[in-house]
């Protein structure tokens, strides 16, 4: 799968030119190793495919997650900025303590070792949207995906865990459409 149809060149300035499409193809060939490790230890999600990984770990992780909060209530959180801010990935806490994302639940440990992050704290999504902006054309679309992944992913993890439902975060002023999503 090729990113850009035209190849694609970086220059720094009277040193060298390089091609980015070794780089290109490094980054896809990891998404497809991630997506494989994926599939062997959650072999009943067959349906998410290194696009789903792709798309949910790079830039669409906050539509992944709240497609889960809303089946679930469990807490949307994100890593977080020296101001406390959302600064990066977002994800699920599920009620046993692991942290669940479109990769799947891991360990508190084996996910901050993933992300080369630690520092994270609960968000709600009205929270989010005011940090990182309403959604996008693109990201609406996704979310449509989502809905569909996170049911399948809720009945597989609830297999896995025991079932205690979180707080609801109450919003302190009416929802516009964006926020209802």
């Not at 709240?66 to 089946?71: D, G, K, Q, Y």
């Not at 900025?81 to 891991?106: N, Q, T």
């Not at 959604?135 to 809720?154: G, H, M, N, T, Y």
């Amino acid at each position: 799968m090729q990113l850009c149809s035209v190849p694609l060149l970086l220059t720094v300035p009277s040193l060298v030119t390089v091609s980015a499409e070794p780089l290109m193809n490094f980054y896809q060939q990891r998404v497809k190793e991630r997506h494989a490790t994926f599939l062997a230890r959650y072999p009943s999600l067959s349906m998410v495919t290194p696009k789903d990984i792709e798309r949910y770990t790079a830039g669409e992780c906050r539509v992944f997650a709240r497609a889960i909060n809303r089946l679930t209530n469990w807490p949307i959180h994100c890593f977080i900025d020296k101001d406390g801010e959302p600064d990066g990935h977002a994800f699920i806490v599920c009620p046993d303590g692991s942290f669940l994302d479109i990769e799947g639940a891991r360990t508190p440990s084996e996910f901050s070792l993933a992300w080369r992050e630690v520092n994270h704290r609960e968000f709600s999504w009205v929270d989010l949207l005011d940090k990182w902006g309403a959604l996008d054309k693109e990201e609406r679309w996704s979310f449509i995906r989502a809905r569909k992944l996170a049911k399948k992913f809720v009945s597989v993890i609830q297999g896995n865990i025991s079932y205690k439902p979180f707080r609801l975060a109450l919003a302190s002023k009416p929802l516009t459409i964006q926020e209802r999503i």
